[in-house]
């Protein structure tokens, strides 16, 4: 194509929402490590999680929300 490309890039807390919902360790400890040296932030995170496609089981939300519980002991559970 003569056409320059247009990249999409996914953002990085939509990426870790990602791996969390895919819920395999190393995944998680992918998360963490974004979590630890601050690239991503907890309350996005969360906030994100709340934010999954309706056909996701909502159990992947609660998993994903308790989770993030270990990081800021559920200070920044979005409220229901």
Known sequence: SSSPAEPWFLECHDLAVSKLAAHREKDR??????????MVDVAVLRRRATMLAEEVDARVER??????????????????
Do not use: N, S, Y
């Open 29 to 38: 400890a992918f998360v963490r490590a974004l979590i630890v040296t601050g």
């Open 63 to 80: 998993r994903i929300q308790g989770w993030l519980d270990f990081f800021d002991g559920g200070a920044g559970r979005p409220l229901r």
